[in-house]
Structure formats: C-alpha cells, structure tokens
C-alpha cells in the first residue's frame, strides 16, 4: 500500500472544510488571505527602510492584496513586482472566490426559502396536504365561498384567511399556477405553499397542523401496483397529527380527509381520536355514476351542485336564528331558496331528513338544509316578500320502476374505482346489472381486484374483454350500440390526468363516428381527470364527470361546514331521498303553471319540486333550470321533465 502523499492529505483537509457549508468556505479563505499576505509581506521586508517592522510590511501585502488602488504607489522594482502578483493574486482569492461563495450561498438561501422550508406562524389557517389536479379547484372552491367562509372566520374569531399548501417540491412554477386559475388569480397572495410529504412528521410541523382550523387530506394519486397507496399515507398522516398533540399537550385540529377505499373508514376512526369526517372518493364517484344511469340527465344537477361556478348549490344553517319557526315558515319566508330538509341530532351524529313535512319544527340544536344560488338568499330579507305557506305531509314513497331485463352497461377502461362501481351497481337489490369492462389490463387481474373489494355481487354479471378501445376495429367488435349505457373511464395508470383525458376524449370521438349511422344511442357518460379539459369537447352529446372538480367542491364544503357530509351521502346513496325525473303528465298540471303552484301540487304528494329539466337547450346551451323564481311560468313543452326530490 503506498503512502499518503502530504499534498494528498492537505487536499483532503482542505476539502473536508469546504463541504461544511459557506461559513467553512469563507474560513478557508481568510486563511489562504492570511497566508498570502504573510508571504508577501516577508518578501519586501529585507529592502533597508521600506518598513518600520514585519507587521507594516505584512499590512501593506494586505493592503495590495484586497484593493488594487494602492498598487501606484509603490517605490522599486522588486516591490512593484511582488505588488503586482498580490494584486492578481488578490482579484482570484480576495475576489473571485469570496463573491464567488457568497454568491452561491445567497442563491442556495433563496432557492431554500422558494421551496418552503420554513415553518408557517398562523393560526386558524386551512391546511390543505398534497399537491394534485384537486388542488387548484380545492383552493379555488375555499376561495370563492364567500359566505360560508365569513362564517368559517367569525367561528375562529379571525380577519383572514390563509390557506397553507404542503406539495412535494414547492416551486414558482405553482405559484404561477396558482395565479393563473381563474377562481384564484390575485388571491394567490393568500396561498402559502411548503415543501414536505404528508407522511413526514417535521412536514406536519412546518405548515403548523395543530394551530389550524381545518387540515384537508385529499387523495394523491400513486403508481398502479405500489405498495404505498394514498390511503396509507392519509392514516400515517392522521397518526403523526395526533402524536404531536399528545407530545404538546395540544388540542386537535379538525380534519377532513379523503380515502379512495371506503371500508378504510373505521381505520382511519381509529388513527384519529379527534373531530374527522371521512369522504370516500371512489364511492362517491361511483354512487354518482350509478344513479347517473338510473335517471339519465342527473350530471347536470351533479355539476352544478357539486363544482364551483355559476348555479345553485346545497347550504347547511345553523338553527339559532330560526328556532321555533316550522320547516314551512321559514320557506315562506327564504322566497330565494328551497328548503330541503332538517338535521336533527342524535347523539354524537346527525338524523338526516330531507322533504321533512313542513309542520316540522325547529329547534337551537338543529341544522336546516337549503339549496340556493349564494349563501345571502339563505338569510332573512325584510326587501322581499313572504310566499305563500305551502303544507307538506310525510314523504311519500315512490317505487322505482324495475324490469326483468337487466341493465347492459359497458364499461371502456380501467381505474382503481371500477370495483367500487361493481359494488355500488350491487347494491340496489332488485335493479340486475350486465357489466362488460373493455381494458388492455388483464381479466385475471381486474377479476382479483373486485374479488378484493367485493365477496358477493350476484345482481351483477360482470364479463371482462381484453382489448383496446382506442383501435376502432376492436371497439368495434364490442358493438356500443348495443348497450342502454357506455361509461368511459379516465386512466389511473397513465403519468398525468392530461393523458389520461386525452385517451378518453379520442375514445369519445372514435365512439361518436361508430354509432352515427345507428338507429339506437346508448347512453355515454365520460368522466375526465383534469378539470382543465372540461371545455375542449365543444357540443358534445355525452354527460360528463369531473371527478377531481366534485371531490375539490365537497371536501372544501364539508371543511367549512362539516354537516354537510351527511347530507351529501344521505342525498347520494341508495335509498333514502334522491333527485329524480319526472314526466310532467303524472300530475294534474294547469295549461300554466308557476314553480310556486309546481311545488303546492308536489307537495301534495309529499315531493319536492328543484326545477325543470327542458328537452332543447336555451340559447346559454343549458337545459337545467334548478330553483327557478317562484312567480316564473314555466312554459313546459313536450318531453321536458320536472327535477323532484322523492324518498325511495
């Protein structure tokens, strides 16, 4: 073995001192400034009378060395000379690797600050844990609810809110997303965003979990086939927020979290001793897809209730300020809303009943639900007028219309939400499905995974068919035109929703020229992942689902007012109350009719009038009309439906 060299041993102490950091580097420095100047300064000292003492001449080496300036004054030759390799000497050290170092050290500060590594000081704040295509429409739902948050901020006794965003790599490039959603825009000054994951514990700390009002846990999408699923990282989360607590004496904040299996509910109870409501994303797809195939036309209710924007949406009030009123009085007096139903508590949960008769009455502790165009039409206005009292008994029940012949449903794609699709078709005892599911994945391993999630669906043939859609030949082979439903799904297995929307829009397309010509249209419901893609099929006859944008608009809601979760699976589940349509011709309808005199004869029947579903669109291409103003005649044509709300 040969030995070290001495050179060798100085380079590797030399180095080691470097990879400390800058101050470690401007150490190094000083030092080789020292030692230059010491040399230079011996070097002038034997001309006679040049300097005082060895410390002038050292002063004067250093003098030359950091500032070229004094380089005119020198006297002589040799001491011009050593003056002049001190200067260059001084632009390569002095200058050159100081500013050098400082400069590296000041840009890797900033890229640290750019990336949020420093620990939030707020309070009340929002905490939204994840960056994915929910973001942006979370944020911009949490944003624009004006109302509800006024409320939120009055609750938490605070001016302003702040909303704290953990992603991955915090960088400018979300920033500049941020301000360029168009439900954020300037409001990005009011976004803060971290770097961390949700399952890392000083991450949690950095956006100051336990000072929030709210923590939102959304899904994150993973790799098909990873041992590490959302759900994972959503309870290691919920356990490292509940740690901290314990470790500091804390209160726990209220959390909203997400989870793709809904039968990780009592699990994620379990990991979370505080107030938590859990939303279950692939089931609530699914409910929504499912009754979107019993009551075709039901997306457009979906999509403006459930996603921001224009049009009316499902409010939660607190019943302080209405107690000892009736669920009829205060219709009359919310001439702008409709009133829904009530929540009545019971024990630690909530009795959900929608088209409760209006003799109901309200007490402090109740919860009323209304559906109305802004949170202010939900409040008492002396400038407008009371509506008549309209008298509603108890429900009636409306049996839906079964067939012997099961309902074909053909299924284009594969995702991890298709074997909660499975269980939800199974669910309504008496309705018999035939799913057929087109993928390129295999039978063995898509028939694995619902047997997974799913131990007995016997209402449900399922029949899996290797092939792809995306080649007109195969698709087809499987002939649509067949099917009373085509359902096209958006990919999980792709690297981006971009991707995935842009195989399921190509598929809509190529699906479109095969049942042109045909005599018979099934009906097509596609569901997109990026809500950017809603607005490229310009005219198209299919219904659409965003599912990023509905999962965005109930978390944010079910953040601000935690009641709502209720009513939502109350309102999309089986059984129960659900939005219907209905012929106009089953009931005793004058040549003219207002909503108001559509809401007295529905009442009659123990049902709830929302609107008017027109079978030609308007010139704004709508054809919902959902709580039209009262005096308003409708002006019903043929095939038009009524949109009710019926127990079932």
């Known amino acids: 073995m040969l030995p070290f060299r001495i050179i060798d041993r100085i380079k590797f102490i030399v180095e080691r001192q470097l990879v400390k950091g800058a101050g470690f580097q401007l150490l190094v420095v000083g030092v080789f400034i020292g030692l230059i100047s010491l040399i230079g300064g011996l070097l002038v000292v034997p001309q006679d009378g040049a300097f005082d003492d060895t410390g002038s001449a050292i002063w004067w080496a250093f003098l030359r060395l950091t ?30 690797t100081l500013v050098a170092i400082l400069t590296r050290w000041l840009i890797a500060k900033m890229a640290d600050l750019e990336r949020g590594l420093t620990p939030v000081t707020l309070k009340n704040h929002i905490v939204v844990l994840g960056w994915s295509s929910q973001t942006l429409p979370l944020l911009s739902e949490l944003l624009g609810s004006s109302g509800r948050m006024r409320r939120f901020l009055e609750k938490h006794d605070t001016q302003r809110l702040n909303l704290v965003v953990l992603s991955q790599n915090a960088s400018a490039v979300q920033v500049h997303e941020l301000r360029s959603e168009p439900g954020i825009g300037r409001k990005a000054r009011q976004v803060i965003l971290r770097s961390g994951l949700a399952i890392q514990p ?66 994620i109870e379990r990991a979370y001793p505080g107030e938590v409501e859990v939303v279950g994303g692939d089931a609530t ?58 929540l009545k508590p019971k024990g630690n949960r909530w009795d959900v009943r929608l088209i409760a008769p209006s003799d109901t009455p309200i007490e402090m502790a109740d919860r009323v639900i209304m559906l109305a165009r802004d949170y202010s039409e939900t409040e008492a206005n002396s400038k407008l007028a009371p509506l008549p009292a309209i008298a509603r008994g108890e429900p009636g029940r409306y049996l839906r219309k079964t067939t012997d012949r099961p309902r074909k449903v053909l299924v284009l794609g594969w995702n991890r939400r298709v074997p909660s699709l499975i269980a939800e078709f199974a669910s309504y005892v008496g309705q018999p499905f035939t799913v057929d599911i087109v993928s390129v994945v295999s039978a063995t391993e898509r028939e694995r995974d619902i047997a997974r999630y799913l131990q007995d669906y016997r209402e449900v043939s399922c029949r899996h068919i290797e092939a792809d859609y995306m080649v007109e030949d195969e698709l087809r082979k499987v002939r649509p035109v067949d099917y009373d439903t085509v359902i096209l799904l958006s990919s999980d297995r792709l690297a981006s929703g971009e991707e995935a929307d842009a195989r399921a829009m190509v598929g809509y397309l190529q699906l479109e020229d095969i049942l042109a010509g045909a005599n018979r249209r099934p009906q097509l419901i596609m569901e997109l992942s990026d809500p950017d893609n809603r607005h490229l099929l310009s005219g198209h006859r299919s219904e659409m689902m965003i599912s990023p944008m509905i999962l965005s608009h109930v978390l944010a809601q079910v953040a601000l007012r935690r009641e709502l979760r209720v009513v939502l699976d109350e309102l999309f589940t089986v059984g129960g109350a659900e939005i219907q349509f209905r012929d106009p011709r089953d009931y005793p309808l004058p040549a003219s009719v207002d909503f108001h005199l559509l809401e007295r004869i529905l009442a009659e029947r123990g049902e709830l009038a929302l609107g008017v579903f027109r079978h030609r669109t308007d010139d704004g291409g709508r054809r919902l009309e959902l709580n039209p103003p009262r005096k308003r005649f409708l002006d019903l044509q043929p095939d038009d439906q009524l949109v009710v709300m019926a127990n079932t």
């Not at 699923?229 to 309870?235: A, G, H, L, Q, W």
Request: net charge negative.
């Open 67 to 96: 500032d070229p300036g004094y380089l005119g004054d020198d006297v002589g030759t040799w001491q011009r000379f050593v003056s002049t390799l001190l200067t260059i000497s001084g632009y390569v050290v002095f200058m050159g």
């Open 202 to 267: 000083d991450a949690l700390q950095r956006v100051a979990c336990l000072d929030a009002a709210a923590v939102i846990v959304p899904s994150i999408a993973h790799e098909a086939g990873t041992l590490v699923t959302s759900d994972i990282e959503t309870v290691k989360a919920m356990l490292s927020i509940a740690a901290q607590a314990r470790h500091l004496n804390a209160p726990l904040p209220y959390v909203v979290a997400e989870i793709q299996d809904i039968r990780k509910h009592p699990v």
């Open 285 to 342: 797809i699914s409910r929504l897809m499912v009754q979107n195939i019993l009551h075709p036309g039901l997306s457009g209710i979906y999509n403006e209730l459930l996603t921001a924007g224009e049009g009316n949406e499902i409010y939660v009030r607190g019943g302080e300020s209405v107690a000892g009123m009736t669920l009829g009085e205060l219709a009359a007096q919310r001439p702008l809303a409709i009133i829904l139903g009530i």
